[in-house]
């Protein structure tokens, strides 16, 4: 079983910045890609992005590209979701997510992702 945590939530003024993290326990945490996905009060699950297992790749939404990145540290079991330039639109909660089977490449079906976080707001305002 594997557990997810997120943290780093918080509210913050448009064209601000925050970094949340997302540490994992109970699996080898560099045998599998990992996500980031967002919900905004009445609207469905969105994919932010991924990273590949090794960290060398990444696969962000139209939406996001150019202002969030991805990162992950494998000795400490966390990957990083660096939002920058953020908007009112970006209000959303965020979650963390990986899969059940071992995905080396960020490019992973969305439908794959197995093991969710309980999530962090950010909330930006205007």
């Known amino acids: 079983q594997v557990q997810l945590v997120e943290s780093g939530g918080g509210l913050v003024q448009a064209g601000g910045s925050l970094r949340l993290s997302c540490t994992a326990s109970?699996?080898?945490?560099?045998?599998?890609?990992m996500g980031w996905f967002r919900q905004a009060p009445d609207k469905a699950r969105d994919f932010v992005g991924a990273?590949?297992?090794?960290?060398?790749?990444?696969n962000y939404a139209d939406s996001v590209k150019g202002r969030f990145t991805i990162s992950r540290d494998n000795a400490k079991n966390t990957v990083y979701l660096q939002m920058n330039s953020l908007k009112p639109e970006d209000t959303a909660v965020y979650y963390c997510?990986?899969?059940?089977?071992?995905?080396?490449?960020?490019?992973?079906?969305?439908?794959?992702?197995?093991?969710w976080g309980q999530g962090t707001q950010v909330t930006v305002s205007s």
């Open positions: 109970g699996r080898t945490f560099d045998s599998s890609a």
């Open positions: 997510a990986t899969t059940l089977g071992y995905y080396r490449s960020a490019y992973v079906p969305v439908s794959d992702y197995y093991y």
């Open positions: 990273i590949s297992w090794n960290g060398l790749s990444t």
